[in-house]
């Protein structure tokens, strides 16, 4: 009776090591889900803290104010502008990261804002 219970010593141990793989791709497929999110979440906001600026102040205070709300890894691209209907527009494009910020995909996430014009455009 010895002999069997001997027999399946370590057994735990292989299939944890079989199913280890499977276990850190799922991780990362489910972090990657995360980050995809939080690039669209991070570029709506910047896009309405940049509309707001922009509204009130002009287009180089909505480029900045974009800036500021995003971090430099995450290649934030934007647009600013007035429109004909008494509305400013800012567009912000990101990368979307591989696993970390930095690391990039190519494909992009954009946030687009507006908010009503507080000053006279020339």
Not at 17 to 33: F, H, K, Q, S, T
Not at 96 to 105: D, H, K, S, Y
């Amino acid at each position: 009776m010895r002999r069997a219970a001997d027999r399946d010593r370590g057994q735990v141990a292989i299939e944890f090591a079989g199913m280890l793989p499977l276990i850190l791709l799922l991780i990362a497929a489910v972090w990657e889900c995360v980050l995809i999110g939080y690039a669209f979440s991070l570029a709506g906001n910047a896009a309405d803290e940049g509309a707001r600026a922009g509204a009130v102040e002009g287009d180089g205070a909505c480029a900045s104010a974009v800036m500021e709300h995003v971090g430099g890894a995450w290649g934030a691209t934007s647009s600013c502008g007035p429109e004909s209907a008494g509305v400013y527009r800012a567009k912000v494009t990101l990368t979307i990261p591989v696993l970390v910020p930095g690391l990039n995909t190519g494909l992009t996430v954009e946030g687009e804002a507006g908010a009503a014009m507080e000053r006279k455009v020339p």
